[in-house]
C-alpha cells in the first residue's frame, strides 16, 4: 500500500488525480525520523493509519 504508484501518461491529469506518490512519501518521511507506518482495515468499516515516531531527545 506504501508503495509508489504511477499511472498511465493518459491518465495522469490534475482532473483525474494524482500521480499516487503521496503514500510512498509519507511512508520515506516517517522512516527517515526512525519511525514505522502501517495501515489496515478500521471496524466497523474504514481504513486506519497508525504511525510511531521516537520521542525527542
Known sequence: MFDAFY???VARTRETGGTGLGR???KTCIEACRGTVAARL???HG???CF???AAA
Open 7 to 9: 499511472r498511465p501518461d
Open 24 to 26: 510512498a512519501i509519507v
Open 42 to 44: 478500521g471496524e466497523p
Open 47 to 49: 481504513l486506519e493509519v
Open 52 to 54: 510511531t515516531l521516537p
